[in-house]
């Protein structure tokens, strides 16, 4: 090898090992960036889902439903329905959970009923409802159904 030929590759060899350098720190700040951009999941952004069976009262054994409250973030939802309640066709009935009126549904002619609320709507739900009952009553006050979240 001659002397000129030396002389080059030392220089490209001097160049090389800053670029590498440069090249792995790049590298190692994008790995960074990424960790600190991928965050886990704020648990403010997680959604919490409460359910409660509903069963028909001894005069309406046949009603059952369902009772589901939602929060994620700062928005909450609730939806109650019942089905099985023909005898109820046409009739307006009160939900209430731990013994606050949450609204009122009216039975279809299939004789299902649904009421949902939601704070993004504008509208009142419950902030909690753990451990609470859930109670369906007729105008007049007879039990329909109930169940406890």
């Known amino acids: 090898?001659?002397?000129?030929?030396?002389?080059?590759?030392?220089?490209?060899?001097r160049r090389s090992v800053p670029a590498v350098a440069a090249g792995l720190?790049?590298?190692?700040?994008?790995?960074?960036?990424?960790l600190l951009i991928a965050q886990?999941?704020?648990?403010?952004?997680?959604?919490?889902i409460k359910r409660a069976a509903l069963s028909g009262s001894s005069?309406?054994?046949?009603?059952n439903g369902e009772?589901?409250?939602?929060?994620?973030?700062?928005?909450?939802e609730l939806e109650i329905?019942?089905?099985?309640?023909k005898a109820l066709s046409g009739k307006r009935l009160a939900v209430r959970i731990g013994g606050k009126l949450i609204g009122h549904m009216r039975v279809s002619a299939?004789?299902?009923a649904r009421l949902v609320k939601s704070t993004e709507a504008g509208?009142?739900?419950?902030?909690s409802v753990t451990g609470k009952a859930v109670k369906i009553t007729t105008g007049g006050g007879a039990l329909v159904a109930s169940g406890r979240f």
Do not use: H, Y
């Not at 090898?1 to 060899?13: G, K, P």
């Not at 005069?59 to 009603?63: E, G, K, L, M, Y």
């Not at 329905?81 to 309640?85: G, K, T, V």
């Open 123 to 127: 509208q009142s739900v419950p902030t």
């Open 110 to 112: 299939l004789g299902r």
């Open 1 to 13: 090898m001659n002397a000129n030929a030396t002389q080059t590759q030392a220089a490209v060899a």
């Open 59 to 63: 005069t309406f054994s046949a009603v």
């Open 81 to 85: 329905q019942i089905e099985d309640a």
């Open 25 to 34: 720190l790049l590298l190692l700040a994008i790995a960074i960036a990424t």
């Open 40 to 48: 886990p999941v704020d648990a403010k952004s997680a959604a919490t």
């Open 67 to 76: 009772a589901k409250w939602k929060t994620k973030g700062g928005e909450r």
